[in-house]
């Protein structure tokens, strides 16, 4: 029997003994935890590796550090279904009353060296970028962009892409969205990035990239979205 | 509104030539890309743009840079499915890569209030905690921390080893087939201890998958918790319409 005699030491566990205790309604959002003086005692632990711990739900946007009152439960983080980041605007995040979104810019410009590769175009041939601010409760959360060939959709620029979703205006000109790949990384962000969305130092940022595919296996738009790791997290489902 | 064709953005313009040139001549891992000075030249941009493009790719993970040498290409990430720990394990083995794993501990102990929850058994119940640390070609990248109930899969951890994988285990031994499953996708940052099993420096962010496994009756088979490293790691996903 390959039972270990290594018991998890209680430091080790603390911010998961944290995060459950929010988890389970014992530290209600709104409310302070306890001090770290109260929980070093508590727990038996030093105040750094106290510190350690609560930092991480910090910069995770579980906890919020207010200067001189204490360390605050923000409450549960906006989480996003996977399957329906969908482009500019995915169907949950338009029916959600909390995101609003702001167009940065919609242009042409030349596909370029990248999207020509990715698109089957030529260098000069024209694209669509489309670039929006998502704020969740006023607060500002994701940089999204969005790239497509203009010769897939010729009239893309009569269409407000704050209404309707990627999907919507497919269908408006009957093209079907086969699927879709996307890629999650976590990163720490360019500085310009960081600065847009007042990223909080120490806190990450996920890099969500999707290309989307129609029946034909060809890639018909491709997007970039730089969300803040502490306000949104993801959800799958999977099935076998 | 209408638009208008625009030029690109300089910056925009150099980081999109920059992946580009990467991905069209194939670079492979460690390669060093040519200076800045031949890059500005071939491109046509300025040093201080180039610059600013190879910056985002080194905090996108990309590049990396050598103080005194140059920039190379980093290493790709591993993809993580999010179709599950066991195809992760399974893909990484088929793409040629050495997977071990070393169990940290392996107990019986009660259910706390969220163990109980997500494993839907009452309080107190005696379920088994299994904590291991996966090595990919020698290189530590996750923790995993699994609950599995004890009273309906007695004897569970008198099966499991290291060299076992669980979900042949659930089918061979208890008739459970893992079927479907919700995962949850975050992010947290490296404790002290962690960072000493995963040799990274202690709040470096890390992924936070956790999720319940069902299996064909929709009763839930394990809860887990898996720390993965973000520099190792990508999630990916293919969704069909």
Known sequence: MAKTDYKMPIYLQLREIIRNKIDDGEYMPGTAIPSENKLAETFGINRITIRNAVDALVNEGLLRRVQGRGVFVVGKKNELSIEEHAGFVGDAIRSDSRVSIKELQKSEREAGNKYANLFGLELEDEIYYIRQMHSLNGVETSIEEFFMPKKILPSLDSINSSVFTFRDILSFYGIKLEKMTQTLRIIKGSAKVRKLLNVPEGVAIFLLECDFYNEKNEVIAHSISNIRSDMQSFSVSLHK | MNTSVTKVQPGMEAIEKLEDFIKVNRLKPHTRIPCEKDLCDLWGVSRS????????????????????????????????????????????????????????????????????????????TKVYEIIKCRKINDVPCTIETTYIDAERYPGFIDHYNENALMEPIFEENYDTYQTSGTEHINVTYATQAEAEVLGIESGEPLFYASGVALDQNGEVVMFYKQLIRSDKFIFVATVES
């Open chain 2, 49 to 124: 743009t180039l610059r600013q493009a190879v910056d985002e790719l080194v905090e996108n993970g990309i590049l990396y840079r050598v103080l005194n040498k140059g920039v190379y290409v980093a290493e790709p990430r591993y993809p993580r499915d999010m179709a599950g720990v066991d195809a992760m394990v399974r893909d990484l083995i088929d793409q040629g890569n050495l997977v071990s794993k070393k169990i940290l501990t392996m107990n019986v102990i009660e259910a706390n209030k969220q163990i109980a929850r997500k494993l839907q058994v009452k309080l107190g």
